[in-house]
């Protein structure tokens, strides 16, 4: 079984920042990409930045103002998130995807963490 914990939400003024934890533990080979997703009221969640095993990374619009970063000797998942709006307000969501054993690999989610932005 594999758990992941969340941290770092919360409430900040517009222009601030906060840095998103994700800790991944259990029992698992070994964690391919990590990621993370927020949702908003009344939308559907979406990818906000993915990491892959080797750092390659991927952004939606947030690109300049998040950075997405993660510690393998920990198996930990970042999110700095700088110059934040209130249209950043959401829940975020970490997504890792993990080798469980040899062939057989699945998807775990976080259980999310409010971010609010206030203007």
């Known amino acids: 079984q594999v758990q992941l914990v969340e941290s770092g939400g919360g409430l900040v003024q517009s222009g601030g920042s906060l840095r998103l934890s994700c800790a991944v533990s259990g029992t698992f080979l070994s964690i391919n990409a990590m990621g993370w997703y927020r949702q908003a009221p009344g939308k559907q969640r979406e990818m906000v930045a993915e990491?892959?095993?080797?750092?390659?990374t991927n952004y939606a619009d947030v690109k300049g103002r998040f950075t997405i970063s993660r510690d393998n000797a920990k198996n930990t998942v970042y999110l700095q998130m700088n110059s934040l709006k209130p249209e950043d307000t959401a829940v975020y969501y970490c997504n890792v995807n993990v080798r469980e054993r040899v062939g057989r690999y699945r998807e775990y989610w976080g259980q999310g963490t409010q971010v609010t932005v206030s203007s």
């Open positions: 990491i892959s095993s080797t750092g390659s």
